[in-house]
Structures are given as C-alpha cells and as structure tokens.
C-alpha cells in the first residue's frame, strides 16, 4: 500500500503556487495510501518568524488543509513539532547527509544568499536533514511536493542508499510526485520568479480578497505580443496565467491553449481571473467555516496521537539499527 506524506511551512502567506503545486494534490492521496500531512513548524523556525505569527499561521495551514478536502478519518493532520520523534531522528541522521552536498542545495544557496554571512543558522543549512526525518519516519514511498522540493526528495533517497547500505534495508526509499500541470507558479509581477508568499504584488494570496486576487490578475504581466501561447521562455507571463487556467480546471495546457486562441489579453486574464476566484473564493468560504467551528485544534491533537505511533515504531527501528537500543 501507499504511504503519502507531505508538509508545508506555516510561514508567511500561503499561496496559489502552494494551493496548485501541493495543497490541491494532497486530497486524491488519502483515498489510494495511508496519508499523513503534516504543518512544518519547525522548518518554519529556520528563518526568523514572529512567535504569535507562527502560531496563527499553523491554525490558518491546519483550516486550509481541511477547507482542501482533506478528511480527518482518511488521513492524518499534525504539527510537526507535536510528534518529538522528528527532532530525535534528525539527530540521528544529521551523521548521515554531508556538509559538501548540503551546501549545494538550492533553496539553502538561495535563501542564505539574503542573510547576512554571521546570521545564517545553522537550521537552515540543515533543513534536509530534518526534511529527510519528516519522509523517513512515517516510511513514505509518496512525497508530492512542488518542484522547488524535489532536490530536498532526491537527497533523502541518497542518504536511505548510504544508510541501507550500512545498516541492511532498514529505511524506505521515497519518491517525490510532481503535478504534471502547475509545479512551478510563477510570480505575476515578475514571471521569471517563483510565487513565494514575499512579494504582495505578484503573489495571489489565498486570504485575499476576490477583488484583489481580480486586479492583480488583470494587471499581470504579460508580453507585446498579444497571441496566447505557452513558451515559458519567449511568454513567461501568459504560460504562467495559462499553466494557472489549465491546472485549476484540471485541462492539459494544450487544451487550455486551443479555448484562448485568438482571444486578446483583456479576455483571457478575465477568464483566468473567473476560475481562481472560483476556487479560491470557494475555499476561502470553507476555511472559514473550519475556523469558526473550533474544530482545528482537536484534528491536530488527534493526529498527532496517531503520527506518533507510526514514527516511534520507526524511530526505534533505526536507534536499534545503529546501536542506540
Ligand atoms: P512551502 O511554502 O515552501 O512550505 O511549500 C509548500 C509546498 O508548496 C511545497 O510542496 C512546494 O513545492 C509548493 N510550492 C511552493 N511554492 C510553489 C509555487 N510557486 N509553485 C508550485 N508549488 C509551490
Ligand atoms: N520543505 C518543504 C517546503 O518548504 C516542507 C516540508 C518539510 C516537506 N518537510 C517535508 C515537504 C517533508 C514534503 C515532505 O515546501
């Protein structure tokens, strides 16, 4: 049977390049596997983060979870740092990935590029470690992630090879599953930029208002052209809108290329905008609803009850391993 595990960090604002590249994909998931989702809190420490911030985000990524549709009987919702055994397996295995090949991580050079050189914690250069524990403990075969985090998957499917090798087949080797349509949104001010909750003018919110999501779209930007294409490279503002379109009406982009043909610019942002107010309005009425009802507490309490007995099986499964047990 399937494992599926995946998390998302309650830092910032979540966007429609988290609702398109992840949170839209998980529900399928809890019907075919076994399926634990789970709030990265602790990753979201490895930058600095307000503390009531950090709080209202994780409630605000637990409600969106459930507005998505996922199911607390079919599936498993938790914070992270409710399940202590993450933290005790990252220990472990922190021997277990290698200062070189972490250093070459994108998201690390990326983000350590911003900071200043004496500021950059040592959490964040670890972050795969810490990623790897999250897959390994709950012996995930699925890890559905946007493309921005398939190196992270890649690594942890090298460090189960150096660890099997030495220990015997004793951690399971994952795979990252990427959605064939809307891996990567793109920012609508700048294209060529991935949509990542830090630039309010490119990124579509999930929290904002129809309205706001509305202009934003019709002031995307787009080209001179005026010829609705997808040619990510010539046309990254319209393959971007057109990768939007195609992902939420779950079309493939050549369909969604054929519906604009000969329309002009005005015309196919409108139609662009019409679907993702429809959704997010749609999940933003539920998200509400979970909110109000109080009910998100008790889901991550009752969920990390079960994540904790999956990972502490596997935990002790590795301390035996290396001689800790
Ligand atoms: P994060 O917000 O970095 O914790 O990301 C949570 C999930 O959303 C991960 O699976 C990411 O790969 C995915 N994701 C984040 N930004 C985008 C984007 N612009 N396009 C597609 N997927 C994304
Ligand atoms: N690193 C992921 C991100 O930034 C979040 C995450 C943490 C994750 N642990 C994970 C995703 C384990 C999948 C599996 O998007």
Known sequence: MERVLSG???????????????????????????????????????LPIDPEVLRSNSRDLAAFYLAAGLDPKKCTIFRQSAVSAHAELNAILQNFLYMGELSRMTQFKEKSQKLNEN????????YPVLMASDIL??????????????QHVEITRDLVNRFNNRFGPVL??????????????M????????????????????KDDLKVIRKKIMSAVTDSEARVAYDPENKPG????????????????????????????????????DVVCDVLGNLQQKYQAFIASGEVER???????KAREVANNT???????????
């Open 8 to 46: 998302i960090k309650p830092t910032g604002q979540l966007t429609l390049g988290n609702y398109i590249g992840a949170l839209k994909n998980f529900p399928k998931f809890q019907d075919q596997g076994e399926t634990f989702l789970f709030i990265a809190d602790l990753h979201a420490l490895t």
């Open 119 to 126: 500021a950059i914690g040592l959490g964040l250069f670890a």
């Open 137 to 150: 403990l709950y012996d995930a075969n699925v890890v559905p992630v946007g493309d921005d985090q398939t």
């Open 172 to 185: 399971t080797m994952p795979k990252a599953v990427v959605t064939k349509v809307g891996a990567r949104i």
């Open 187 to 206: 920012s609508l001010s700048e294209p060529t930029k991935k949509m990542s909750k830090s630039d309010p003018k490119g990124d579509i919110y999930l």
């Open 238 to 273: 319209v393959s971007n809108l057109l990768q939007i379109y195609a992902a939420l009406k779950d079309i493939s982009i050549p369909e969604a290329e054929k519906l604009f043909e000969g329309s002009n610019y005005g015309t196919f942002k409108g139609a662009v905008a």
């Open 299 to 305: 889901v991550l309490e009752e969920g990390a009850k």
């Open 315 to 325: 935990l002790h499964r590795v301390q035996h391993a290396v001689g800790l047990l």
